[in-house]
């Protein structure tokens, strides 16, 4: 079983529409969990960190489920320039190493 | 803060050829990496450094060396270039490897012919 696990995708969504994402982790031990975003041909950058409590952050919502070793993201009204490909990130306890997922790609169209 | 800067920004090589990706940051972190990644593909993590002096294999180290003489500094090296190196470079730097996000350069696009 692969350390991260993603739906490659794409999800291809019209604008407006709500989408969601889960990524699977296999180490119980990891201890933080991030979402990047990555646009075509660029950068990933970091779009959110995840806590067990949930958090939002504006049309974002980001979850953590311990239990099942799982997180996802929420994206609610979703924009045009929300296309990009979503990389989960989980950092197992004292490593230096994060893990990346291959990564979700959305599209969004009009 | 110019962040994490990388150059150059796209290198055809030959195959046999060597060359050295430059990775800086000016953000005094301390953690920093590089990674590969390949059409349609995740990043694979080739090395990595806790601090000036110290560096370890990642992932897929075979092909590359790093050296880390300066906190700012994290050059990649690639001897005898193979075209299973054709990929986009990514050198990331962060605060500390546990809990802190990760600061990605531009990237470097390597085509090794």
């Known amino acids: 079983r692969k350390e991260v696990e993603q739906d490659p995708g794409p999800f291809n969504v019209p604008e407006g529409a709500t989408v969601a994402f889960n990524c699977t982790y296999s180490?119980?031990?990891?201890?933080?969990f991030f979402w990047y975003r990555q646009d075509c041909r660029k950068e990933p950058k970091l779009l959110m960190s995840v806590y067990s409590s949930g958090n939002e952050d504006g049309r974002f919502t980001a979850q953590l489920n311990r239990a099942s070793q799982y997180i996802s993201l929420l994206i609610r009204d979703s924009k045009l320039s929300d296309s990009a490909t979503y990389l989960c990130?989980?950092?197992?306890?004292?490593?230096?190493?994060?893990?990346f997922g291959r990564g979700t790609s959305l599209i969004v169209h009009p | 803060n110019a962040g994490v800067t990388q150059t150059p920004k796209f290198r055809i090589l030959k195959i046999g050829q060597s060359m050295t990706l430059q990775c800086a940051q000016d953000m005094n972190h301390n953690y920093m990496y590089w990674y590969r990644q390949d059409p349609g593909m995740g990043l694979k993590l080739i090395y990595y450094?806790?601090?000036?002096?110290?560096?370890d294999k990642g992932e897929v180290p075979n092909g590359y060396n790093v050296s880390r003489s300066t906190t700012e500094d994290f050059p990649l090296r690639l001897e005898l270039a193979a075209p299973s190196q054709t990929s986009v470079y990514f050198c990331a730097s962060s605060n500390s490897g546990k809990r802190e996000t990760q600061y990605f350069g531009p990237g470097t696009r390597l085509l090794v012919l």
């Open positions: 180490n119980s031990a990891s201890q933080s």
């Open positions: 990130v989980v950092n197992p306890l004292r490593s230096y190493i994060p893990t």
């Open positions: 450094s806790v601090g000036a002096g110290i560096t």
